[in-house]
Nanobody, 118 residues
């Protein structure tokens, strides 16, 4: 079985930075896509950033220039560096991976709370 474990959330003042991590464990053959979503109270889940195995990056317009997604293939880990945070970034951040286990499946992390105070 594959598990994704997130860490790095917390409370930060506006203008501050946080770095989220998401590590996958289990029987993993390859990871095709890693990414982050977020969900704020009363709002739909929205894509934040993704990175393919080929290195293609995609960011939500609202985070471009402030957030950076990266990966460590040796550790099956994806990171999200978040700079210049503002209160609108407050949400539960969830990582996901589309990977090959016995077949191709999407797995989600448990979510980590990010709260930005003004």
């Amino acid at each position: 079985q594959v598990q994704l474990v997130e860490s790095g959330g917390g409370l930060v003042q506006a203008g501050g930075s946080l770095r989220l991590s998401c590590a996958a464990s289990g029987n993993i053959f390859s990871i095709n896509l890693m990414g982050w979503y977020r969900q704020a109270p009363g709002k739909q889940r929205e894509l934040v950033a993704t990175e393919t195995s080929g290195g293609n990056l995609n960011y939500a317009d609202s985070v471009k220039g402030r957030f950076t997604i990266s990966r460590d293939n040796a550790k099956n880990t994806v990171y999200l560096q978040m700079n210049s945070l503002n209160p609108e970034d407050t949400a539960v951040y969830l990582c996901y991976m589309y990977l090959q286990n016995r077949g191709y499946y999407t797995y989600w992390g448990q979510g980590t709370q990010v709260t930005v105070s003004s």
